[in-house]
């Protein structure tokens, strides 16, 4: 370890964090989860991380990759092993204005990419979170206010520069490692650190967005009126269902319809919205002209000692009816999870199902379940979450990955189906042999 330890100090130009020192309390953690790593490395260079890599492989600890750091199972942290904090490699250069082509840095978030990005009227359909970091957000997918415009965040991607596990630097394309590109959109981190992204951005204007909420009692018609009209919505709208959500205050929370029509012209906006308008008694009506960096909003840090219990799937059209009916039931129920569905369809479904590690192109919907609270109230939670599983389980598909506090083989059984795993686990093999790439959802080389 010592001279292993030297030879890090030597050609590390970035920071390394040990117990004990300022700033390892708060490196030590990942937004939604605690560790004790014994280094938190802070490359600023590309060659920095290889140096990072060879000496984790070296020392033979656990691995953590932080972009942003938002993971719900904690990916970003580890107790006793050693962590790739990214933050600094974030750089976002427009590179050819013509081609809208933007390099973006591994550790860059989302808030910083939409601001670098506005004065050129340019845009990438992302999540919707401020500091949610690049890297974690597209490697495993990108449901954001533009998806069924333009897809998913992966979708964009045409380049990546990427450190594998023995240190060297590869590129991937479609032309230039064409397997490890097709593995990067959609199979997470299990094959090398992405220390930069190539997007091809689309012109943007400001956008319609906001929030229309109905009284509790018109929940299920509400949502079956939203997913039915969906189908045929312009692509131009994408919007998210939300009931239970506690900070809409209450005994009996709102449904909350959010939107987002990917244009300014109000005329447009308004023949789009207005049929989301007549589902209900509108009760709260907040759509507005917004620039579209505005939409993203601040990710929430849960207070010391609330934890997270999230958990996530897929609806074809064939079972939304009968999911949004059981949805609608426990959003009204006392002991309600919040519950959020996202529209897809639209871009999404129009890339062929193999192009890409996502293997959920044709879902309409895509659905999550989330529990807050201290580790009593969760662990009390459990028997209904399983229970309220249990009822959708006949009815749904795959799970997101970015959706799930827990990264288990039937996690990762459910993100990737048994020809996209099988696939994954061939390039897996090639680039990463010894799965010093573990802490994601896992694809071992076998």
Do not use: C
């Given at each position: 370890?010592?001279?292993?330890?030297?030879?890090?100090?030597?050609?590390?130009?970035?920071?390394?964090?040990?117990?004990?020192?300022?700033?390892?309390?708060s490196?030590?953690?990942?937004?939604?989860?605690?560790?004790?790593?014994?280094?938190?490395?802070?490359?600023?260079s590309?060659?920095?991380?290889?140096?990072?890599?060879?000496?984790?492989?070296?020392?033979?600890?656990?691995?953590s990759?932080?972009?942003?750091?938002?993971?719900?199972?904690?990916?970003g942290?580890?107790?006793?092993?050693?962590?790739?904090?990214?933050?600094?490699?974030?750089?976002?250069?427009?590179v050819?204005?013509?081609?809208?082509?933007?390099?973006?840095?591994?550790?860059?978030t989302?808030?910083?990419?939409?601001?670098?990005?506005?004065?050129?009227?340019?845009?990438?359909?992302?999540?919707?979170?401020?500091?949610?970091?690049?890297?974690?957000?597209?490697?495993?997918?990108?449901?954001?206010?533009?998806?069924?415009?333009y897809?998913?965040?992966?979708?964009?991607?045409?380049?990546?520069?990427?450190?594998?596990?023995?240190?060297?630097?590869?590129?991937?394309?479609?032309?230039?490692?064409?397997?490890?590109?097709?593995?990067?959109?959609?199979?997470?981190?299990?094959?090398?650190?992405?220390?930069?992204?190539?997007?091809?951005?689309?012109?943007?204007a400001?956008?319609?967005?906001?929030?229309?909420?109905?009284?509790?009692?018109e929940?299920?018609?509400?949502?079956?009126?939203?997913?039915?009209?969906?189908?045929?919505?312009p692509?131009?709208?994408?919007?998210?269902?939300?009931?239970?959500?506690?900070?809409?205050?209450?005994?009996?929370?709102?449904?909350?319809?959010?939107?987002?029509?990917?244009?300014?012209?109000?005329?447009?906006?308004?023949?789009?919205?207005?049929?989301?308008?007549?589902?209900g008694?509108?009760?709260?009506?907040?759509v507005?002209?917004?620039?579209?960096?505005?939409?993203l909003v601040?990710?929430?840090?849960?207070p010391?000692g609330?934890q997270?219990?999230?958990?996530?799937?897929?609806?074809?059209?064939?079972?939304?009816?009968?999911?949004?009916?059981?949805?609608?039931?426990?959003?009204?129920s006392?002991?309600?999870?919040?519950?959020?569905?996202?529209?897809?369809?639209?871009?999404?479904?129009?890339v062929?199902?193999?192009?890409?590690?996502?293997?959920?192109?044709?879902?309409?919907?895509?659905?999550?379940?989330?529990t807050?609270?201290?580790?009593?109230?969760?662990?009390?939670?459990?028997?209904?979450?399983?229970?309220?599983?249990?009822?959708?389980?006949?009815?749904?598909?795959?799970?997101?990955?970015?959706?799930?506090?827990?990264?288990?083989?039937?996690?990762?059984?459910?993100?990737?189906p048994t020809?996209?795993?099988?696939?994954?686990?061939?390039v897996?093999?090639?680039?990463?042999?010894?799965?010093?790439?573990?802490?994601?959802?896992?694809?071992?080389?076998?």
């Amino acid at each position: 370890m010592t001279s292993v330890l030297e030879t890090l100090r030597r050609d590390f130009g970035g920071d390394i964090i040990e117990p004990g020192g300022a700033e390892y309390e708060s490196a030590s953690r990942s937004v939604l989860v605690s560790g004790s790593p014994i280094y938190v490395l802070r490359p600023k260079s590309v060659g920095d991380v290889q140096a990072g890599v060879r000496f984790a492989a070296a020392v033979k600890l656990d691995l953590s990759v932080r972009g942003g750091g938002h993971g719900f199972p904690g990916f970003g942290t580890n107790d006793g092993g050693v962590v790739i904090d990214l933050s600094k490699l974030a750089t976002v250069e427009v590179v050819d204005k013509e081609r809208h082509l933007v390099r973006i840095g591994g550790g860059a978030t989302w808030g910083q990419v939409a601001t670098a990005l506005a004065p050129d009227g340019l845009a990438i359909s992302s999540g919707d979170t401020k500091s949610v970091g690049v890297g974690g957000l597209t490697l495993t997918g990108g449901i954001g206010w533009k998806v069924r415009k333009y897809g998913l965040a992966l979708d964009s991607v045409v380049g990546a520069e990427v450190v594998t596990a023995d240190g060297e630097v590869v590129q991937a394309t479609a032309e230039e490692n064409p397997e490890l590109f097709w593995a990067l959109r959609g199979g997470g981190g299990n094959f090398g650190i992405v220390t930069a992204f190539e997007f091809v951005a689309h012109p943007t204007a400001d956008v319609f967005y906001g929030k229309i909420a109905f009284p509790a009692a018109e929940t299920a018609t509400v949502f079956q009126g939203w997913a039915d009209y969906l189908r045929s919505a312009p692509e131009e709208l994408t919007s998210i269902a939300v009931v239970a959500n506690p900070f809409a205050g209450g005994p009996e929370p709102l449904v909350e319809i959010h939107v987002a029509f990917d244009g300014d012209d109000p005329e447009l906006a308004a023949q789009a919205i207005d049929p989301i308008r007549r589902l209900g008694r509108v009760v709260v009506d907040e759509v507005a002209l917004t620039p579209y960096a505005d939409t993203l909003v601040d990710g929430a840090i849960p207070p010391p000692g609330i934890q997270l219990l999230t958990r996530s799937g897929f609806a074809g059209k064939e079972a939304v009816s009968e999911v949004l009916r059981i949805l609608a039931e426990v959003g009204t129920s006392e002991r309600s999870p919040i519950i959020a569905v996202r529209s897809v369809g639209g871009a999404v479904s129009r890339v062929p199902d193999d192009a890409t590690a996502y293997a959920h192109r044709q879902a309409e919907l895509m659905f999550v379940t989330t529990t807050a609270g201290p580790a009593p109230v969760i662990d009390g939670a459990r028997p209904v979450l399983d229970a309220i599983w249990s009822r959708l389980t006949p009815y749904t598909s795959g799970a997101y990955a970015n959706f799930l506090t827990t990264a288990t083989e039937e996690d990762v059984a459910a993100v990737y189906p048994t020809q996209t795993y099988q696939r994954l686990a061939a390039v897996k093999r090639q680039y990463d042999p010894g799965n010093l790439f573990a802490g994601n959802h896992n694809v071992p080389p076998r």
